[in-house]
Each structure stands twice: as C-alpha cells, then as structure tokens.
C-alpha cells in the first residue's frame, strides 16, 4: 500500500487559491488518489479522487503529474469555513482494499 | 443522501467491559470499515468488511472484533476494554473499494 507524505499544517488567508501537496513515491498502477476533508467532531468527508492529469469538481481540483508519485489539491478562494484536515489517500479500485488515512493537513484561513 | 448511522456520540465504559459499538447504513454499500482517531495520528483502520460475514483485518485489529450480519449493519466489540482504547470511534461505508466513503459523526469512547 502506497504510503502517502503530507505537509502537518498550512495558514492561508481569506480569497487565496491554497495548494496542498501530498507525495506519494512507490504509487501502484492501479492505486487512485483520493482528498478528504475533515472538520473537528464529524468524520471526514470525500473531495476529489483521480488517476492521473487534472480532475476538477466544484469544490476542489487535483492536479496528477505524468509520474503519479505526487498530486496536488488546488482549493480556490477560501474561506473560513475551508478550516480543516485534508487528508490523501492512494488505494486500488479492485480487490485487497485497504484505505488508510495518514495524519493529514491542518489547513487554517485566516481572516 | 447517504446516511450511516453509529448508535452512541459519546460512550464511558469501565476498564474489562465488553464494549459494542453499532453502525448502520442505509445505502446497501458492499463495503464497511471501522477506523479510531488519535490526535496526532490521523485515522488508523482497525477493521473492514466487504460483504457480509466476511471481514479484513485493518492496521491495529489487537484487542477488537467485528460482526456483520446483516448488509446495513456492521459492528465494533471490544472484548475487555482498556484505557488505551479511549478514542474517536468512526465508521464508514462505500460502494467501491476505494474511492467515496460516507462517514458516521463518530463514537467518542472513554474507558476509565
């Protein structure tokens, strides 16, 4: 299982764009990258998930380079409420799943 | 939307009870994990299920057990609870293997 490297922690302020980069060396071939977000006292909640290039949603977009061994949540103007850990995930779509969530990113907007 | 349910919020046992902690969900969801929450250490997988009666071990399955019966309802035990089981209980469920998992508000444990 892929293990995953994030920053503990990062300060951003209000209406900047917050890029969070998770490495992830020995990714398999078919391991995805999954983002998510947790608020204290609720269980985390999903973001994004890719395989490689770029995936955007309404919320978030991650950025996959060519070698998979790193990807790169991009977080448009946040907000206070963007206050959260972010955690990567690598894992297989098919058999022998396991999710394991490492320590995260402490994300903190300021005013 | 998805709903998975986890019976306690907060829960205090005595040290050697045995400790049972209940998650339901309703989006018949192949697969159901139980993970516990340390500050500092992030999420840690104790176990997972990926159909009925059949369970995986996760990263620190010492000292639990687990129970899926039944679709929608998988079930964390501690055999004889210890202080060192005091934690954040979670509990989640997904269609796919990998991919979005849907979680409970979490069983905040203590064991004195």
């Known amino acids: 299982l892929a293990k995953t490297t994030q920053p503990i922690s990062m300060d951003s302020y209000e209406g900047q764009e917050v890029n969070i980069t998770c490495s992830h060396n020995?990714?398999?071939?078919?391991?995805?990258i999954t983002w998510y977000q947790q608020f204290p006292s609720q269980g985390p909640r999903f973001i994004i998930q890719?395989?490689?290039t770029k995936v955007t949603n309404e919320v978030a977009s991650l950025f996959i380079p060519a070698d998979r061994k790193s990807s790169t949540l991009s977080l448009p103007r946040v907000s206070l409420s963007d206050t959260a850990v972010y955690y990567c995930?690598?894992?297989?779509?098919?058999?022998?799943?396991?999710?394991?969530f490492g320590a995260g990113t402490r994300l903190f907007v300021k005013a | 939307d998805v709903k998975v349910t986890q019976s306690s919020r907060y829960l205090v046992k005595r040290t050697g009870e045995k400790v049972f902690l209940e998650c339901v969900q309703d989006?018949?969801?192949?697969?159901m994990f139980w993970y516990r929450q340390d500050p500092g250490l992030g999420l840690r997988l104790i176990y997972f299920?990926?159909?009925?009666?059949?369970?995986e071990k996760g990263d620190i399955p010492e000292g639990y057990s687990v129970s899926r019966e039944k679709k929608e309802r998988f079930s964390l035990i501690l055999e004889s609870a210890s202080t060192n089981q005091t934690s954040m209980y979670l509990c989640?469920?997904?269609?796919?293997?990998?991919?979005?998992?849907?979680f409970g508000q979490g069983t905040r444990l203590t064991v004195v």
């Open positions: 299920s990926y159909d009925v009666k059949m369970k």
């Open positions: 989640a469920s997904s269609p796919d293997r990998v991919g979005e998992a849907f």
């Open positions: 995930l690598v894992g297989d779509k098919t058999g022998g799943f396991k999710t394991i």
């Open positions: 989006m018949d969801h192949e697969n």
């Open positions: 890719g395989y490689k």
């Open positions: 020995n990714i398999a071939t078919n391991d995805y």
